[in-house]
Structure formats: C-alpha cells, structure tokens
C-alpha cells in the first residue's frame, strides 16, 4: 500500500530530519509537472560497507526499468525507443513550435513511464500533428531508430501514428468502470486477447477458499491466449521480461557481498530463487524474511507488488527504491509504537471494538537514496508492505515514511504562493511554516503506526463486507484517529509536538484541504473518486454539519474568495472523536448501508460554484498539480589497487538527460 501525496499545493508534507534549505530542489515544470531532485542527507556518513550495499541495489532498482513501461502497454517501449531516436539524432529545427510540442510530449510519456497519464490513466493529446510525426522520424538517423530487420522508417510511422494519435484507440490505461468488460477496456499490459469474464473464471479454477496461507495469485504473470486456452507467462528467469529480470538478479547478487547481516544475505537469496523460478510460494517466503527484518539501516523494495494498475487488481507492477534509515526522526515513531496499547485504551470509539493487545507496525523514517519502476518519477511518500493480509495479520509489515522526498515537496513548495492564497489569515500562514512540517510529519506517523492497527471486528463480521467504501472508510478511520490524538495533551507529553499551535496547525491544514483546495485536482462537473480524497472530504464536510450550530468550522468570504475559519479546535477535536466511534462502530458490524450513505453524503460531490472559484484562483498561481523526482547518480570510486574506496553522488538538474541516460544504460528489453 502507498500513501500519496495529500495537497496539489503541497504546503502541509511530512517532513522529518534535517531541512537542507540551500539545496536547490526545483528541476522543472511542464504541462501539469513539477520535476524536482531530493536531496540524500547524512549519505557520507553511512559506513563504506552500507554505501557499496547501496550502490548494488540501486542498480538492482533501475535495471527493471523497462518491464514497467512494457506493462503500462505493449507499444510503450516502442514509443520511448522512437522519442529517444528523435531527440537524439532530429537534423531539422529544434526551435520551431511543432518541435517544442513534441519534446513536451516526450517529456510528458517520460514522466509516465508511458503514453498514458500516471495519475488520470487518460491517453495523453500529443498536442503535435501526425504529418510532423512523420517528418521527426524520416529527419532522424535511421540506425538509432528501433526498426526490426528489413523494416523501414515508413513502416514505423504506419504502426505508430494510430496508436499516438487515434483518440479512440487505447483511451485509458485502466478502465474500472462498472458493467464494461474492465480487461479489454484497458491497455495496461497484463492481459491480450481474452475478455474479464475468461480471466475470472480461470483465476478462480485456481483459488483454494480454505487455504489460511494463500499465494498472491496471478500477481506475476500475463495471461494470453494458446490455442484457444488461457495461459500465464510467468514473469522470470528465461520468461516474460526474463532479460531484465536477470540483470535484477545479477546487481542483487553483487549487493549479497556487502549486505550487512546474514539476515539480510539471506533474504536476498530467497528473492533471486523467486526471480529464477516465478514461484509464488517463494515470494511469500521472501515476504517473511523481508518484514521479520526490522531494524536494518540499509533497506530496499524490489519486485513486482502494487496492484492499482491492473483493474482485477491481482497484476503488480515491477517497482523499487532504496533506502537507509533516519535515525532522529525514527525515534518519534518508535515512541508512538511504543504506545499504542494507551493510544487504544484511550480511543473515543465504543470500548467493545478496542483490541485488547494491539500490535504497533514496525515503522521507519527513511531516506530515499534511488527510485526506480513504478516508484520513479512520481514517488509515493509512505510505503506499508507487504500485502499479503496473511502475513501482515501472522508476521506484521514494515512501514516508511519517505524523510527526503517531502522535504523536497515542502521546501520547494515555500513561496510558491499557495498557502498565501488559501489560508484564512497570516496568524494561520505563520503557523504552518513553523509547525506545519512537523505536525504532519506527526499525524502521517499517527496514521501509519498506529492508526490502522487500532480496533476490531465484532464477532462473525465480514471483512469485505464494506466493499467499494471499504478504502475511503479505513482511511477516514487512520486519519480520525490521528486528527483525535493530535489535540491530546498526551502528544505534548511524549514530547511528539512542541505545543498546541502546531496541532492547531495540523488542523487548518487538514480542513483548509479538505474543504477547499484538494479539488483542484478535479475537472470541473466531476465527482471526486479516489479513496484518499473521498476520506478527507467525508470528514470535513462531516465535522462542518456537525458543528455548524455551534460555528466550529465556517466558511468566510472576502473579495469573492472562499476561506475556512475554525473558531473552536477544541470542540473540533470532540467531533473527530464522535465520527471515528461512528466509523469504527460501521466498519466492526460491516454497516454497509451507513459506511454508504457517510461518503455518498458528504465525500462525493463538489458544490460546483465553489469548485470553479477554487479552480480559478488555483490557475492564477500557474502551479503544477504532480510532482515527480530526478534520481541522484552514484559511482564507485576505487583506490590505486582497485578497491572501491567511496561511492559518491552526483545531483542533476537535467530530466531529460536522465531519460536518455537510463535508456541507454538500463535497455533489456
Ligand atoms: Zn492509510
């Protein structure tokens, strides 16, 4: 699971650690795109020995690289290949405005590791014409183009130009609109040639209902169809995406010499049988040993393992990162585990859904040191892995939160004038540039570490028995529980917050996002959809309604634009309190009905007038609503004998240099 980032304005991140305000975050910004770099602190003073361990995961990260863009579609890596030839070789000129819209457009399918948006799914408009197409391809030396043998430039343009520029052809990356065959509706690669239904009935052949200890079906493979009957080729050694599998395997063979404790080599060894054999029992087995593994200093994610862009929700997409821990940051969330029996025993919700043994989730701060698959450009901010239930409920999980990365959102993000624009006034302005890192660094921890472990289910409840609301009410019950406890004396006590003007802080910026400015990442006319979203605008409309006799919350309105006022954080926080007893007490009977009506109510709709004066101003700031990162590059440097005696790290400030580079550097496929 992932958590992503909450704002488009981005005013309010987690940050924790040192904040290195010199360093120059901003890369660029194109169409909707910020391009920024992260910064890797305290990387010098790690030991050679973890260095070197980073270095060979890091390749490990990236050498998967082309498996990803070849699942988002089949004809992506075609594409990139071509986009790669024209920008290299183009003998024509590169400053006429058709040009310019093509390197905007490459950029753009760069950036989504493909030609569909990463977030929308919507196939990009080239904003270029067919003819110019042509034109850059025939102006380009013909060798750097990938034509098969014997195939021409012409034939190229022909396969090529329908898939780029039909509007009708391969529209959404993935298609989860109800009643529609969701498989053939989607051009994500993990099925050809066979409809929903054939998928369903194949997959469920194969599942044991009564097995305690179920493998992730059909997690690694893509199901195609021989002669007439459903097959998976499996992803691996000498299978599907076997070339680039074996150079995974190769830098991960090379990181089992520097790796730190035998555990670690052990763990590693599990993942390369995986990757030989695409077992699935052998990545459980690897899963085990990766999150029985808690407290390394050096760590990594390297596999296939979310599934959002499959819409059966079983294909993972390859991803990785590397990491290494934040020690500071990581004893806040080692205090709120270490409290997580008082954090339950004192919850508002009904004494019967507490547990009476709570098990805190293993948590770190980390810094990212390399992003890579689906975790580059556009990076999450928090990771909990794994996600098999079974193991997560036998074992447990590890979560991050991603130290480097949102301080790169919130320093790059200062006096960009969003805050400015939105907050109510400028004592709410001065509180969230002082507190506002800080307390959201708190409330993610809160979330994470302690919020979705907390409560139960009563008695013969069915776990899925929420269904489609099952995401938006879990995540509304993590961040009640986090908002409830973010006022509590307790926090100032453990020391988790320097005072009751940075809760303060933590609440302006969650209703302010709420009730306001996460929309501007909706078009007009359109309902809001993803989980998260609908969480947050759940319990702001809520805690609105509900506190409206007593002015809680108010809408304010100066020079025709819409602010949020809270004239009592007290009484807010009661109301966080009385929603999460209600939304705990929905989700351990597995109320349907009310989990339904709660986000149909108040997290669905947008009030139309209000959205377009929220859109205007958000234009009037010309800010880019996703963020993504350029990797940093580390080299070894050896001795006069040939040891290795340092790994440096090299910062760009050059997206498109970047993809070229990895192009050619890491191109197995
Ligand atoms: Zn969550």
């Known amino acids: 699971m992932v958590i992503l980032s909450q704002n488009a304005g981005s005013d309010t991140k987690k940050s924790a650690g040192v904040v290195t305000d010199d360093f120059n975050y901003f890369v660029e910004q194109f169409d909707d795109i910020r391009v920024l770099k992260y910064n890797l602190p305290g990387f010098e003073n790690l030991s050679l020995k973890q260095k070197e361990y980073i270095y060979y995961l890091s390749q490990a990260a990236l050498a998967g690289r082309d498996i990803l863009w070849d699942q988002n579609f089949r004809h992506n890596l075609l594409i990139r290949k071509t986009l790669e030839a024209i920008i290299e070789s183009y003998s024509g000129n590169r ?66 130009t329908p898939v780029i520029f039909d509007e009708k052809l391969f529209p959404r990356k993935v298609e989860q609109k109800a009643g529609t065959d969701m498989v053939s509706g989607s051009s994500s690669n993990f099925y050809e040639g066979v409809t929903q239904k054939e998928v369903e009935e194949f997959y469920a052949a194969k599942t044991s209902l009564n097995d305690p200890h179920p493998i992730s079906l059909g997690l690694n493979s893509r199901v195609v169809k021989v002669k007439g009957k459903l097959t998976e080729e499996i992803y691996k050694s000498g299978g599907k995406y076997g070339k680039a599998i074996d150079n995974i395997i190769q830098w991960i063979e090379k990181a089992i010499n520097s790796a730190e404790t035998a555990k670690q080599k052990d763990e590693l060894k599990i993942l390369i049988e995986y990757y030989r054999t695409g077992d699935l029992k052998k990545w459980d087995e690897y899963n085990i ?334 800010l880019a609503p996703y963020t993504g990162f350029v990797n940093p590059y580390l080299t070894l440097k050896f001795d006069a004998n040939g040891s290795i005696k340092d790994v440096c790290v090299e910062y760009t400030s050059d997206f498109l240099s970047q993809m070229i580079y990895y192009g050619k550097k890491y191109s197995f496929l």
Not at 125 to 133: D, I, L, T, Y
Not at 134 to 151: F, R, V
Request: glycine share 6%.
């Open 289 to 622: 040993a990766w999150a029985k593994n808690t407290d390394p200093m050096v760590d990594y994610i390297n596999g296939f393992i979310e599934n959002y862009e499959d819409p059966l929700g079983m294909k993972a997409t390859w991803e990785a990162i590397v990491d290494y821990t934040d020690i500071e940051a990581t004893k806040r969330s080692k205090i709120i585990t270490a409290n997580a029996q008082w954090f339950e025993d004192n919850s508002p919700i009904h004494p019967k859904y507490r547990k009476e043994k709570v098990k805190g989730v293993a948590a770190r701060v980390i810094n990212i040191a390399m992003l890579g698959g689906d975790c580059y450009p556009a990076s999450p901010l928090g990771i909990n892995l794994p996600n098999a239930n079974w193991i997560r409920k036998e074992i447990g999980s590890k979560s991050v939160t991603l130290a480097n990365i949102t301080i790169a959102y919130d320093v790059a993000s200062r006096g960009n004038g969003f805050l400015e624009e939105f907050a109510f006034d400028q004592s709410e302005v001065d509180r969230i540039k002082k507190y506002g890192s800080v307390s959201d660094a708190l409330h993610t921890d809160l979330h994470e570490c302690v919020g979705h472990a907390s409560g139960k289910l009563a008695h013969g409840t069915d776990p899925n028995a929420l269904k489609n609301y099952a995401s938006p009410l879990e995540e509304a019950r993590a961040d009640l529980f986090a908002l409830y406890y973010i006022m509590d004396l307790k926090i100032i006590e453990l020391r988790l917050l320097p005072g009751e003007d940075a809760a303060k802080a933590s609440y302006d910026a969650y209703l302010r996002n709420g009730l306001l400015t996460q929309i501007v990442r909706i078009k007009p006319g359109k309902d809001i959809e993803e989980a998260h979203m609908r969480n947050r605008s759940a319990i702001c409309h809520w805690v609105f309604e509900k506190g409206k006799a007593g002015k809680v919350v108010e809408f304010v309105h100066r020079e025709n634009k819409t602010f949020v006022k809270i004239n009592d954080y007290k009484k807010l926080q009661i109301l966080f309190g009385e929603l999460l007893k209600e939304i705990q007490r929905v989700k351990s009977e597995g109320d349907f009905e009310a989990g339904k009506k709660l986000i149909e109510d108040y997290g669905v709709k947008i009030d139309a007038r209000l959205h377009s004066e929220i859109l205007e101003r958000y234009a009037k700031l010309n």
């Open 95 to 160: 400053e006429t405005l058709e040009y310019k819209a093509f390197l905007i457009y490459a950029k753009k399918v760069f950036f989504a590791n493909g030609i569909h948006h990463h977030y929308s799914s919507d196939k990009f408009n080239p904003g270029f014409s067919a003819a110019s197409f042509a034109n850059l391809i025939n102006s380009s030396e013909k060798e750097k183009l990938p034509l098969a043998k014997g195939e021409s430039s012409d034939q190229l343009i022909n396969l090529l």
